[in-house]
Nanobody
Framework: QVQLVESGGGLVQPGGSLTLSCAVSGTIIGVNDMGWFRQAPGREREFVAHINNVGTPKYADSVRGRFTISRDNASNTGDLQMINLKPEDSAVYYC???????????????WGQGTQVTVSS
């Protein structure tokens, strides 16, 4: 069974840093786009960052300059490096990816289970 597995969340003080990781579990043919979304209590899930299959990143205005998305095509993993974290960055962060899966090879969208990031003093 194909899954996205996230790790790296936790509690950090304002101004601190965290790196979230997303790994593909299971047998796949390949990875197209990868991205991160977040959802705070009482709010809609929102876009954070995206990276396409040639490594071009995009960011939400609220995180640009503080967050960096990257991917390793050899290991089918992706990271979100977060610096200068603010209390308003607190949310459950979800990894998102378009995977080419067996047996058809057609692309499908997958979501991770989410990892909590809390920024508080």
């Amino acid at each position: 069974q194909v899954q996205l597995v996230e790790s790296g969340g936790g509690l950090v003080q304002p101004g601190g840093s965290l790196t979230l990781s997303c790994a593909v579990s299971g047998t796949i043919i390949g990875v197209n786009d990868m991205g991160w979304f977040r959802q705070a209590p009482g709010r809609e899930r929102e876009f954070v960052a995206h990276i396409n299959n040639v490594g071009t990143p995009k960011y939400a205005d609220s995180v640009r300059g503080r967050f960096t998305i990257s991917r390793d095509n050899a290991s089918n993993t992706g990271d979100l490096q977060m610096i200068n974290l603010k209390p308003e960055d607190s949310a459950v962060y979800y990894c998102n990816a378009v995977l080419f899966v067996l047996p058809t090879g057609r692309p499908r969208v997958y979501w991770g289970q989410g990892t909590q990031v809390t920024v508080s003093s």
